[in-house]
């Protein structure tokens, strides 16, 4: 039986980021995490960039004209049983909104970002929050797996 195949693969678009979250996020904190957030094996790219970048692709892939914190990109058909397949997705962080959202919501910068992790990979896994029900069953998943973590409710 082959075994389970956790991969975590971190890009930074400038070395400035790379300097400043290289070493907070090491790929065994990151498999934690997610593990915490996915029973799947995983094979996860998470790229951490720059205003400019998280713009461009908010813009592209969303129609969005304003950086956002996470994009997740789902590379799984979510129409299927995912239960025998190796989750896999792209996740991009825009590290200026995170690092803003943080301060403003008086959160720390890792907690904050642990929990946008989280919410990336119930994404992923076909989890939504576009309408009422459904954003408050991922929150309430959200806030059941950061209590495993530890970490406190990131909605109150």
Known sequence: MPSKKYQVNTQFATSALENKWGELLTDAQLKKWIKAACQLPFEFTLRFVNAKEGLLLNQMYRGED??????????????SDLSDQTLMADFVFCVPVIEKEAKVQGKQLLHHFIHLLIHGVLHAQGFDHEDPIEAHAMETLEIAILHRLKLENPYI
Not at 66 to 79: G, K, M, P
């Open 66 to 79: 304003h950086a956002t914190n996470i994009l997740t990109f789902s590379l799984n058909d979510l129409s």
